[in-house]
């Protein structure tokens, strides 16, 4: 197996995995990858998948690892959106100053979040 055909991975996953909240299959046109990664010289792929559940409207985040022959597959639930794990994978990871600017914001917060998020 050279080439991963990932459309097909996501259909025989779609085929066999469940929500984990309510046990319905997903549904594969809810069914996005994130992000992917092949390295043929090894003949193994790691895949990033986005679900929604049609049923119940959670979202599952799911990690699958393709060695040799063998699948792996994590998977939690997530409050992220389709859009929103699409939108998050292009930004970088959180820094040490997003921590501290946070840090900094709470200690003047008065525990009014709706004009906290509307001041200008
Ligand atoms: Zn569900």
Redesign the pocket.
């Known amino acids: 197996m050279k080439n991963f055909d990932i459309k097909k991975v996501i259909e025989w996953l779609g085929f066999i995995l469940k ?1 984990p ?4 299959k997903y549904n594969l046109e809810k069914t996005r990858i994130v992000d992917s990664e092949q390295d043929e010289a090894y003949n193994e792929a790691w895949v990033l998948i986005h679900s929604d ?1 049609t ?4 979202s599952v985040m799911f990690n699958v690892e393709i060695k040799g022959p063998e699948v792996f597959s994590v998977g939690m639930v997530t409050d992220l959106t389709g859009v929103d794990s699409q939108k998050f994978n292009q930004l970088g990871p959180i820094k040490a100053n997003d921590i501290l600017g946070i840090h900094e914001a709470l200690k003047e917060f008065q525990g009014d979040f709706v004009s906290s998020f509307t001041k200008k």
């Open positions: 929500c909240v309510c046990g319905h559940c049923k119940c409207k959670s």
